[in-house]
């Protein structure tokens, strides 16, 4: 068993910058890769970035590309989602997601196990 829990959402003007935190506790963390993944009102869970069990392969959507940074720091089990140059595209509830099985990072919501319980993330224009 895994459990997420995110933080660092709130409301923020377009430009401006967040970083979200995942902290992760059960079963070893630096073990599986993690991912952030967000979701509107209406829409599809949408990939939004993967870092593997070393934090040394990431792939980001191309829609945040350039912008925003996943790392991860196995001694705190935690997983970060640094956003910068947010845009009001950027609104929605952002989750992180553990992939407990295979060591390679994914794109694909349904390959990833546990989930958070999400964090808003506002942007105004």
């Known amino acids: 068993q895994v459990q997420l829990v995110e933080s660092g959402g709130g409301l923020v003007q377009a430009g401006g910058s967040l970083r979200l935190s995942c902290a992760a506790s059960?079963?070893?963390?630096?073990?599986?890769?993690m991912g952030w993944f967000r979701r509107t009102p209406g829409k599809e869970r949408e990939f939004v970035a993967t870092?593997?069990?070393?934090?040394?392969?990431?792939h980001y959507a191309e829609s945040v590309k350039g912008r925003f940074t996943i790392s991860r720091d196995n001694s705190k089990n935690t997983v970060y989602l640094q956003m910068n140059g947010l845009k009001p595209e950027d609104t929605a509830v952002y989750y992180c997601?553990?992939?407990?099985?295979?060591?390679?990072?994914?794109?694909?919501?349904?390959?990833?196990?546990?989930w958070g319980q999400g964090t808003q993330v506002t942007v105004s224009s």
């Open positions: 997601a553990a992939k407990i099985s295979g060591s390679s990072a994914s794109t694909g919501p349904y390959d990833y196990h546990y």
């Open positions: 059960g079963r070893a963390f630096s073990t599986y890769p």
């Open positions: 870092i593997n069990w070393t934090g040394g392969i990431t």
